[in-house]
T-cell receptor
Framework: NAGVTQTPKFQVLKTGQSMTLQCAQDMNHNSMYWYRQDPGMGLRLIYYSASEGTTDKGEVPNGYNVSRLNKREFSLRLESAAPSQTSVYFC????????????????FGDGTRLSIL | SQQGEEDPQALSIQEGENATMNCSYKTSINNLQWYRQNSGRGLVHLILIRSNEREKHSGRLRVTLDTSKKSSSLLITASRAADTASYFCATYTFKAAGNKLTFGGGTRVLVKP
């Protein structure tokens, strides 16, 4: 009954360091997403993967890369961390809805709190 | 850019009172969803209302949608301390690829015992 699992939960980096945030879902969902949440800004979409083997940019992709490793896993990589990337990062997944003009709700992990000094 | 904007940004009420928050959006949508976020946790889906629906209920939650005004409201009746959380609206518009939602900035609700 895990749902969406994110690792690590907390991380502190120095400017210029790199790291990968991991996300896995066990609900057999096709679509996966990475968001960042900053105070008063709601959630902003970084990248998403509509299905295994595809990835696309969201609203704020600069400074990030993603990999859809398989249907379960979707990772987010910061190649050279900057203080502006200090944020809480959320991974989410959703299933496919047979009604083309609809969609299914997204299921979220509990986030990775990332501080870049 | 944010599609949905919640109002008010923060709300403080006594246990047992009703809490109402509003969401306005800018472009046409296929559905609108409300999510709850407890402190330090991820978002949890509450309710989805489609563009051809005007009102929907789920337990103590009532959601309305007025597509002519591009607005939605979430009513929590008989609030409890456990309802203390941030509430976000999110809009969905069909596109050729992906299944993307656009979130508003949220309403922080404090329910005092």
């Amino acid at each position: 009954n895990a749902g969406v699992t994110q690792t690590p939960k907390f991380q502190v980096l120095k400017t210029g360091q790199s790291m990968t945030l991991q996300c896995a879902q066990d609900m057999n969902h096709n679509s996966m997403y990475w968001y960042r949440q900053d105070p008063g800004m709601g959630l902003r979409l970084i990248y998403y993967s509509a299905s295994e083997g595809t990835t696309d940019k969201g609203e704020v992709p600069n400074g990030y890369n993603v990999s859809r490793l398989n249907k379960r896993e979707f990772s987010l990589r910061l190649e050279s961390a900057a203080p502006s990337q200090t944020s809480v990062y959320f991974c989410a997944s959703s299933g496919r809805d047979s009604r083309i003009y609809s969609n299914q709700p997204q299921h979220f992990g509990d986030g990775t709190r990332l501080s870049i000094l | 850019s944010q599609q949905g904007e919640e109002d008010p940004q923060a709300l403080s009420i006594q246990e047992g009172e009703n809490a109402t928050m509003n969401c306005s959006y800018k472009t046409s949508i296929n559905n609108l969803q409300w999510y709850r976020q407890n402190s330090g946790r991820g978002l949890v889906h509450l309710i989805l209302i489609r563009s051809n629906e005007r009102e929907k209920h789920s337990g103590r939650l009532r959601v309305t949608l007025d597509t002519s005004k591009k607005s939605s409201s979430l009513l929590i009746t008989a609030s409890r301390a456990a309802d203390t959380a941030s509430y976000f609206c999110a809009t969905y518009t069909f596109k050729a690829a992906g299944n993307k939602l656009t979130f508003g900035g949220g309403t922080r609700v404090l329910v005092k015992p």
